[in-house]
């Protein structure tokens, strides 16, 4: 049974997640996967089940989601697939590329490792006068407000310490009931944009729920000078939720690209989008980090 592999970009603003929710007794909820499966079967004519890479949760979002799907008779081109389910999808979710993949592919075991991106403003710099601490309409679902001025080089030098491989139970929600919670970060940068605006960028081979936006929030903490940029190791070692910082909004967070095997990579990707437009595939094939395979997270 022929199986396709598709790059999906969505804005989460309007999603329940990504994951399909059918509450007992009520109507599906609007669900990034739920909303392309139905755009899937409605193409191919016949109901198909459509997996993701990354369980995002509600109100996150995506440059680099993958997801697969097979089916009996494709009926379409894989050239054509990507521009034929755009015109059956809604404009806060875009397929950027489809492509064919083995029969056994599989967008969460086979995953080597994967990229989220935090936007977050802070303070009052570079905003227009009379809006200091108030968040800027325009970007409020894609742009994370803190009211306090951070300090950005502080921030620096905590992020370099959340890489490696280390028990992250401290940047876990608790409870956490997965066997283990030790996980490995390729990569914690903290990118200055402009004045007030800054990025964290991290990658890994899998994450804890809502991890990403917790080491997040414990840098923040680092910023406003509440912790030491040194205490992060200290804070892997407690194990212990309540010694990281807060819960970041979903608002600032997006999954930017995942990375498979090359035999797997996204080089084969056809029809609109398969050169990406986003930067994700030369991210993934740049990244020289062996991963754990691990299913992940809502970071």
């Given at each position: 049974?022929?199986r396709?592999?598709?790059?999906?970009?969505?804005?989460?603003?309007e999603?329940?997640g990504?994951?399909?929710?059918?509450p007992?007794?009520m109507?599906p909820?609007?669900?990034?996967?739920g909303?392309?499966?139905?755009?899937?079967?409605?193409?191919?004519?016949?109901r198909?089940?459509?997996?993701?890479?990354?369980?995002?949760?509600?109100?996150?979002?995506?440059?680099?989601q993958?997801?697969a799907?097979?089916?009996?008779?494709?009926?379409v081109?894989?050239?054509?697939?990507?521009?034929?389910?755009?015109t059956?999808?809604?404009?806060?979710?875009?397929?950027?590329?489809?492509?064919?993949?083995?029969?056994?592919f599989?967008?969460?075991?086979?995953?080597?490792?994967?990229?989220?991106?935090?936007?977050?403003?802070?303070g009052?710099?570079?905003?227009?006068?009379?809006?200091?601490g108030?968040?800027d309409?325009?970007?409020?679902?894609?742009?994370?407000?803190?009211?306090?001025?951070?300090?950005?080089?502080r921030?620096?030098?905590?992020?370099?310490?959340?890489?490696?491989?280390?028990?992250?139970?401290?940047?876990?929600?608790?409870p956490?009931?997965r066997?283990?919670?030790?996980?490995?970060?390729?990569?914690?940068?903290?990118?200055e944009l402009?004045?007030?605006v800054?990025?964290?960028?991290?990658?890994?081979?899998?994450?804890?729920?809502?991890?990403?936006?917790?080491?997040?929030?414990?840098?923040?903490?680092?910023?406003?000078?509440r912790?030491?940029?040194d205490?992060?190791?200290?804070?892997?070692?407690?194990?212990?939720?309540?010694?990281?910082?807060?819960?970041?909004?979903?608002?600032?967070l997006?999954?930017?690209?995942?990375h498979?095997?090359?035999?797997k990579?996204?080089?084969?990707?056809?029809?609109?989008?398969?050169?990406?437009?986003?930067?994700?595939?030369s991210?993934?094939?740049?990244?020289p980090?062996?991963?754990?395979?691990?299913e992940?997270?809502?970071?």
């Open positions: 049974m022929p396709f592999r598709l790059l999906v970009a969505y804005d989460g603003t999603f329940h990504w994951q399909r929710q059918e007992p007794g109507a909820l609007r669900t990034a996967q909303v392309l499966t139905d755009a899937v079967s409605d193409l191919m004519r016949e198909v089940s459509v997996d993701g890479a990354s369980r995002t949760d509600s109100g996150v979002h995506a440059r680099g993958v997801a799907f097979s089916v009996a008779d494709p009926r081109p894989v050239e054509r697939i990507a521009m034929a389910l755009n059956r999808l809604p404009a806060d979710l875009e397929v950027r590329g489809a492509c064919l993949v083995p029969d056994s599989d967008p969460i075991r086979d995953c080597l490792s994967k990229s989220y991106s935090y936007r977050l403003r802070h009052c710099e570079g905003r227009p006068s009379g809006l200091d108030r968040a309409p325009f970007e409020r679902h894609t742009t994370a407000q803190c009211r306090h001025p951070l300090d950005v080089a921030m620096k030098s905590a992020a370099a310490q959340m890489v490696g491989t280390h028990d992250f139970r401290s940047f876990a929600h608790a956490e009931q066997e283990s919670t030790v996980r490995t970060v390729h990569g914690c940068v903290v990118v402009s004045p007030g800054i990025r964290i960028d991290v990658s890994g081979g899998g994450f804890l729920y809502h991890m990403v936006r917790i080491m997040v929030g414990t840098l923040v903490e680092v910023g406003r000078g912790l030491e940029p205490s992060i190791a200290q804070i892997i070692s407690a194990r212990d939720r309540g010694s990281a910082g807060p819960t970041m909004s979903p608002a600032g997006c999954l930017e690209w995942v498979y095997e090359s035999s990579e996204s080089s084969k990707e056809s029809s609109k989008g398969s050169s990406n437009g986003t930067g994700e595939a991210a993934e094939n740049a990244n980090h062996p991963a754990q395979s691990s992940d997270s809502i970071p």
